[in-house]
């Protein structure tokens, strides 16, 4: 039974840290490409951070790079997602799903298997 859920979301200050993490169940991430998403009410899902380690594919938007960075420790078959900095604008839920490890994209329509989804609320 093939299983993704997403934890540490919650409500931070402008420059503040998060850490989620992306924990799978019933296979291993080793065999596929992981990425992390985020959809802000109103806009569309959009690509954060992808990695497919196979073809040595790593992806982070524009506005995350340098703030953000996607980590994997295989020993706990488990993706986190480093964010600092935070910004107002990086408020949304926020996802992780696989895809097919040859996946040389950060597109949302590649991915599948989601997770249930965490918060992140930047605010003063």
């Known amino acids: 039974q093939v299983q993704l859920v997403e934890s540490g979301g919650g409500l931070v200050q402008p420059g503040g840290s998060l850490r989620l993490s992306c924990a799978a169940f019933g296979f291993s991430l080793d065999d596929y490409a992981i990425g992390w998403f985020r959809q802000a009410p109103g806009k569309e899902r959009e690509g954060v951070s992808c990695i497919s380690t196979s073809v040595g594919f790593t992806y982070y938007r524009t506005s995350v790079k340098g703030r953000f960075t996607i980590l994997r420790d295989r020993a706990k078959n488990t993706v986190y997602l480093e964010m600092n900095s935070l910004k107002p604008e990086d408020t949304a839920v926020y996802y992780c799903?696989?895809?097919?490890?040859?996946?040389?994209?950060?597109?949302?329509?590649?991915?599948?298997?989601w997770g249930q989804g965490t918060q992140v609320t930047v605010s003063s």
């Open positions: 799903a696989i895809a097919g490890r040859a996946t040389m994209s950060c597109s949302a329509p590649n991915f599948r298997s």
